[in-house]
């Protein structure tokens, strides 16, 4: 029922298209925007907003002659909104691409939307491996969890760790991350505990307690963005920070957004990704300071720099097709390739996932702050999942 109104809808749209001419429907290209805004993930919209408007206020809001539109839409975090707002923008304002989605649901409840209506839709944050391969019309500028932890399990192998207890948020990135780590740790012969803990509103506190009883060198952790401080809260109030448990995980946990307010029980901490405020390199002590300057108390985490890439990659596409949506924009973005200030990134023309180096880095005062720094470089890493299913 939905879906007819839907494409009754659409074709409306279209008819209205036709009807107003296509020189008017051609000047502008509308990018629909939709993060959450509002509720326990404000922080990754805010920071994504921030990088695409950073990005198109430093490269213009015209291209390919095309006047760019960015419409910003909160769906709250809420997977059923994010569907309706995609709908919305697609039948009403007609964007050419979505962009967006905070959280894995978020991601995966337009991309049906994507495929019929053929609107490109750009992940920006949501990082769950198998995303891509819910619509032909994704195509992804964050990372998969599977890609940033593989390396984490080598590393932890490599350095005398060898029992580890894995906690996780309990939906799709954390079981991706606590399965890549299990899987590659194992086969380095260490040993492993697995305990996932709610999404929503987490209690960490019966967790740790366990923690504190299995005595692991290490205690592996993921939590989405946004969610680090209230995990090393409880971490210290179990007094685990002074019990030589060593923390390790994807860098989603010590987020360059929250990383400085932690405080000193975050230092030392390892954790292996793609992006760290503290990346040495010119494109990314630029990208630093500008995002700073535009945006005076924050500092550009990992969705910053997912959202500025994102930009990136739609600027270009549309270069590419000389404005135009639909097919020919997503194969346009296939295989395209670029300096980001993570380092050096294309696009998987097969998986439409990102291809980028993973750092390991370890927490440190740096002039005062708390930053992830960098210590050694994975080059040019794929998502594992779907590499070996390629394989
Ligand atoms: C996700 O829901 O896919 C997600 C959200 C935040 C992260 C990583 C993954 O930091």
Redesign the pocket.
């Known amino acids: 029922m939905r879906r007819r109104t839907f494409m009754r809808a659409a074709g409306a749209a279209a008819v209205t298209l036709a009807l107003s001419g296509a020189a008017l429907a051609q000047e502008t290209v509308k990018i629909g925007l939709i993060l959450p805004m509002t509720g326990p993930?404000a922080s990754?919209g805010r920071q994504i907003e921030a990088a695409a408007r950073l990005y198109m206020q430093q490269q213009g809001d015209t291209v390919a002659g095309k006047k760019i539109q960015l419409i910003v839409k909160d769906d709250t975090g809420v997977a059923d909104v994010t569907k309706r707002l995609a709908q919305e923008l697609i039948v009403n304002d007609k964007i050419s691409v979505m962009a967006g989605f905070?959280?894995?649901?978020?991601?995966l409840a337009p991309a049906p939307l994507a495929t019929q209506a053929k609107v490109p839709a750009v992940v920006m944050?949501?990082?769950?491996a198998t995303?891509t391969e819910a619509s032909p019309f994704i195509v992804r500028t964050?990372?998969t969890?599977p890609q940033a932890t593989v390396p984490m399990a080598e590393w932890a192998a490599q350095n005398g760790i060898k029992k580890v207890v894995t906690l996780v948020?309990d939906?799709?990135?954390g079981i991706d991350a606590e399965k890549a780590f299990t899987g590659a740790f194992t086969a380095k012969g260490g040993q492993v505990e697995n305990l996932r803990v709610p999404l929503a509103n987490p209690d960490f506190s019966p967790f740790l307690q366990k923690v504190a009883d299995a005595k692991p060198d290490a205690l592996f952790v993921?939590?989405?963005?946004?969610?680090g401080a209230q995990f090393m809260k409880q971490f210290v109030e179990r007094g685990l920070d002074k019990s030589g448990v060593k923390l390790i995980g994807?860098g989603?946990v010590t987020?360059d957004d929250i990383l400085n307010g932690m405080g000193d029980v975050a230092l030392g901490a390892i954790t292996t990704q793609h992006y760290s405020a503290a990346h040495d390199s010119p494109e990314n002590k630029a990208f630093v300071e500008a995002f700073k300057k535009a945006n005076p108390n924050m500092r550009p985490n990992?969705?910053a720099v997912g959202g500025y890439d994102g930009m990136h990659l739609i600027y270009e596409g549309l270069k590419k097709t000389n404005g135009q949506g639909g097919q020919a924009l997503i194969d346009a973005m296939k295989g395209t390739s670029w300096t980001s200030p993570r380092g050096p990134v294309s696009i998987d023309p097969q998986t439409r996932d990102i291809i980028q180096n993973i750092y390991v880095r370890k927490v440190e005062r740096v002039n005062g702050e708390l930053y992830n720094v960098e210590f050694a470089t994975i080059p040019n890493v794929k998502d594992p999942v779907k590499a070996a299913k390629a394989n």
């Open positions: 993930f990754t905070g959280l894995t649901p978020l991601a944050a949501a990082a769950t995303i964050s990372f969890l948020s939906y799709g990135p993921f939590v989405p963005s946004g969610i994807p989603d987020d990992f969705m």
